[in-house]
Nanobody, 124 residues
């Protein structure tokens, strides 16, 4: 069983940076596509970024391009989301998700395992 566990959330001022980490408390997710989604209050969960098992193929939401970077360290069984130039509209709960497939998807229904989320708050 793959069980993603997120960490690294917090409160930061606009323009600041945060690095989120996703680790597996169970089976390794080295062969899984990994992704980050987020959900703001009153809004639907939305795709942020994803990468394949080798870390060579990535996909970003338009809102994340140029500011966020997804990466993974398979030796450590961890996935990261480096977020720079944060904006108040980035405020949300960020979720790590794992997909038992070789192909990246931007659809939340395509992912098999989910973490409980970590809160990111960006103040003005």
């Amino acid at each position: 069983q793959v069980q993603p566990v997120e960490s690294g959330g917090g409160t930061v001022q606009a323009g600041g940076s945060l690095r989120l980490t996703c680790a597996s408390s169970g089976r390794t997710f080295i062969t899984f596509v990994m992704a980050w989604f987020r959900q703001a209050p009153g809004k639907e969960r939305e795709f942020v970024a994803a990468l394949d098992w080798g870390g060579h193929n990535t996909n970003y939401a338009d809102s994340a391009k140029g500011r966020f970077t997804i990466s993974r360290d398979n030796a450590k069984n961890e996935v990261y989301l480096q977020m720079n130039s944060l904006k108040p509209e980035d405020t949300a709960v960020y979720y790590c998700a794992a997909r038992a497939s070789s192909f990246i998807s931007t659809f939340s229904d395509s992912y098999d395992y989910w973490g409980k989320g970590t809160q990111v708050t960006v103040s003005e």
